[in-house]
C-alpha cells in the first residue's frame, strides 16, 4: 500500500522563480506560485510537484565533490542528448565539466543543482 499518490520533491535556491521557469520549461509543466513564497510546477494532468524555496544565503551543491552534497537531482529521459543538451543550455543550465558515462549527461541548473539528461 502507497502511503502517499504523486511525490513532491523541493529545491532550496536563491530565486524560486527563475529556478521553478526552468524546469517548468524543461519539463513542459505549468508554474504555479504558492502565496507562501513558494513555486510549484506541476504537469497538466496534475501529477507530481516540484517545488521551489528561495533561501537566504543559499549555496550550490558540488558536482562531482562531496564537500557540500548534492542530496537530490533529477534524471529526465529524452530520445537525443545533442538535441537536448542544446535545449537546457538554452534555458541557462551549464555542462558539468566532470562527465562520467556515455548514456546520459550532467548538467547544472541555474542554481547549481546538477540534473542528468539520459537516453535510457
Do not use: K, N
Not at 42 to 67: H, K, L, N
Not at 101 to 108: M, N, P, S, Y
Amino acid at each position: 500500500m502507497a502511503i502517499a499518490r504523486f511525490p513532491t520533491f523541493v529545491y532550496d535556491c536563491p530565486d524560486a522563480g527563475r529556478l521553478a521557469r526552468f524546469y517548468a520549461t524543461l519539463l513542459s509543466w505549468d508554474v504555479q506560485e504558492d502565496p507562501g513564497g513558494w513555486i510549484d510546477i506541476r504537469p497538466a494532468d496534475g501529477g507530481s510537484c516540484i517545488s521551489f524555496q528561495q533561501v537566504e544565503g543559499y549555496r550550490a551543491p558540488e558536482w562531482p565533490g562531496q564537500e557540500r552534497p548534492q542530496q537530490l537531482h533529477l534524471d529526465v529521459v529524452v530520445p537525443d542528448l545533442d538535441a537536448a543538451e542544446a535545449e537546457v543550455l538554452e534555458l541557462g543550465a551549464t555542462r558539468a565539466a566532470h562527465q562520467p558515462g556515455t548514456t546520459f549527461r550532467v548538467f547544472l541548473d541555474p542554481a547549481g543543482h546538477p540534473f542528468c539528461l539520459c537516453t535510457q
